[in-house]
């Protein structure tokens, strides 16, 4: 009886010892737990069967450890760079670099001496991960030095700081115009669909679509996706990145703008003509600083009398549909045509000059320079021929014709020379 009674108070003892050996090994004087073998297993992840990620408290993410200061870097949904600084430690020191994710476990390694990441500390090392995670999963970071220590990270992968975005101006059953703006991170894939169906798309390098002005940023692109669609379908655009970031936006597809086409309107015009594919809408006319309006007809034509104005004065035109869609676009007033066809023999006993133009406009004017004297003629109705009366030359003298229009903006000039 007295030897069983001392076999049992030894099995106990002994076994105490066990447990009081084995959770001195499980965790550190900081809450961090020390493993060698760093296999994944049960439904909460376990790191060497005894690193329960659960049990590791947020207020780990960064900060002093056992000496070591570890800090994450840059942490996507594909890959984490960090930081585990200490007095004189390096590369050859790490025994072990390691993440967790969902679960599962990615093979780390250090990143090279030489990397510009070292001109930032003075002792350290640098580890990176790859991974495919999703924003919002919680990544666990681990570094092994030679003596055992494990030091240890987590942080959430937060949301992207890129931009993308869907220009309200270009957004209608015929086409959408987006934007990603980012300087860091490239675009990877491109997916846009309409009512749930997928549709091209394509980077566009233009400065304007359908005669409006994109803007344009230092850095980012622009894409266009182009279609046959109805008002009020849907149309989302999904971007995935090269750092795993995925953006989304999405809207309602409204009517297509309304086109405009304005026939040659030359200076000194009074009567301007366009085209619209708008039936019976409003047009509103702006010529410098006169403003006019009409409206367009049943075939989507639009006239209206107009101030003569110069060679280069702005017209913008708006078009406004029945349902409200309006489009603007700007032309500038032509340079009239027209030259001086011919000018009759001048002898130094003439006393007229006969000429003939080409697209002569009420308002024009041809001015003669003989020597020192000047002759001006205004056209004041459209002849075959104009003639001006002028004083006998002398022989030799040299004729310049200068032709201009009623604004004085120079058509064409001709030289002649008196016989």
Do not use: W
């Amino acid at each position: 009886m007295k030897k069983k009674l001392c076999f049992l108070l030894v099995f106990v003892f002994l076994f105490s010892m066990y447990s009081l050996c084995v959770s001195a090994e499980e965790y550190t004087s900081n809450n961090l737990l020390k493993t060698t073998d760093s296999s994944i297993s049960g439904d909460t992840p376990q790191v060497g069967g005894d690193i329960n990620l659960d049990d590791i408290p947020d207020d780990i993410e960064e900060g002093e450890q056992n000496g070591y200061y570890l800090g994450i870097m840059e942490l996507t949904p594909n890959s984490v760079i960090y930081c585990v600084e200490k007095e004189e430690i390096n590369a050859s020191m790490v025994k072990d670099a390691y993440i967790v994710v969902n679960k599962t476990k990615f093979t780390g390694s250090i990143i090279d001496e030489n990397s510009d990441l070292y001109n930032n500390i003075d002792n350290g090392v640098f580890a990176e991960a790859k991974f495919d995670a999703k924003v919002g999963d919680k990544v666990y970071v681990f570094l092994v030095t030679e003596d055992g220590t494990t030091v240890i990270g987590v942080e959430t992968i937060k949301k992207g700081n890129d931009e993308l975005a869907i220009d309200g101006n270009e957004c209608d059953i015929e086409h959408t115009l987006f934007y990603y703006l980012s300087d860091t991170d490239p675009v990877k894939n491109v997916n846009v669909t309409v009512d749930g169906k997928e549709v091209s798309c394509k980077e566009y390098s233009g400065s304007k679509v359908n005669d409006y002005e994109i803007e344009s940023f230092a850095c980012g692109s622009a894409y266009i996706a182009e279609y046959s669609a109805e008002k009020g379908q849907e149309i989302c655009v999904t971007v995935t990145t090269e750092k795993g970031f995925i953006y989304t936006c999405s809207a309602k597809l409204k009517n297509a703008k309304p086109t405009i086409s304005l026939n040659s309107f030359y200076a000194g015009d009074t009567v301007l003509k366009g085209k619209t594919n708008a039936f019976n809408a409003k047009v509103s006319i702006t010529i410098g600083k006169k403003k006019y309006s009409t409206k367009s007809d049943n075939k989507g034509i639009f006239k209206k009398s107009v101030k003569a104005a110069k060679t280069g004065t702005k017209i913008s035109i708006t078009v406004t549909a029945s349902d409200g869609v309006a489009s603007t676009k700007t032309f500038a007033i032509k340079k009239p045509k027209g030259t001086i066809k011919s000018i009759s023999k001048i002898t130094y006993s003439s006393r007229n000059i006969t000429f003939k133009l080409t697209k002569a406009r009420k308002g024009d004017k041809v001015v003669f320079k003989l020597c020192r004297i000047k002759y001006t003629f205004k056209v004041k109705k459209i002849k075959k021929s104009y003639s001006i009366k002028i004083y006998a030359p002398k022989k030799g003298t040299k004729v310049t014709a200068v032709y201009t229009d009623k604004f004085g903006t120079k058509k064409c000039t001709k030289k002649k020379k008196v016989k």
